[in-house]
């Protein structure tokens, strides 16, 4: 990797823990169903591919009628947006080395699967919208990760090439997501890769905190 000029960083497990967000949203959707709740372990091995995949597994998992999703994802939303942010946090690391990306002189975008109305509201509540030049939701493009069109759709918007656009994700989809498109990766050990081991998606280096990432080991 040489030559890197702007990044591209997703949101869940990577920048904020936001498992409680889920944990709450969820299962209160889930009462106003009648359905039986969920743990965090589903959650964890399950976020990850857009709030569409979620809400179909989570029903699938406690055994559900598919035909409830319109009213789950009703419920969803709006349970979502109230709590949005209340039981997450930022992950150590995060804030540093969002700034010394910035501080290098690297043009940021956030890419999340995430929809943009939930997105927006959680980096301006845990003060990392500043951060980004773009923020881009899963709903921004056709195609989510790990289809490579939204980190292509994301590279033009900030007008970088895609093999001078590093990504920094949490899981595989992030990993095939950047591959496909071109684009260098780097993923963090502690978040969601849908119980997986992270080291197995296949990304240039794998950090513990975003604050230890090297650019100068990268080439930039």
Known sequence: MSGI???IVDLDGTLVDTVGDFDLALNRMLADLG???VDRRFIE?????????????????VQADPALYERAW??????????????????????EGLQRLVQTG????CLTNKPGAFARPLLAAKGLDRFFAQVFGGDAFERKKPDPLPV????????????????????RNDAQAARAAGC????????????EPVAAAGADAVIHRIDALDLA????
Do not use: F, W
């Not at 091995?45 to 709030?51: D, E, L």
């Not at 080991?217 to 930039?220: I, K, N, S, V």
């Open 45 to 61: 091995r399950t976020v990850g591919r857009g709030s569409e995949h979620l809400i179909r597994s989570t029903l699938a998992e």
């Open 217 to 220: 080991r990268l080439g930039h």
């Open 184 to 195: 260098p990766v780097v993923l963090v050990s502690y978040g969601y890769n849908h119980g």
């Open 5 to 7: 000029q702007a990044a």
């Open 152 to 171: 292509l759709g994301a590279c033009a918007a900030l007008g970088s090439a895609p093999a001078s656009t590093l990504v920094i994700g949490d899981s």
């Open 106 to 109: 690297l043009k940021l975008a």
């Open 74 to 95: 009703a419920a969803y939303q709006a349970h979502y947006l109230a709590i949005n942010g209340q039981a997450s946090r930022v992950y150590p690391g995060a804030v």
């Open 35 to 37: 359905q039986r709740g």
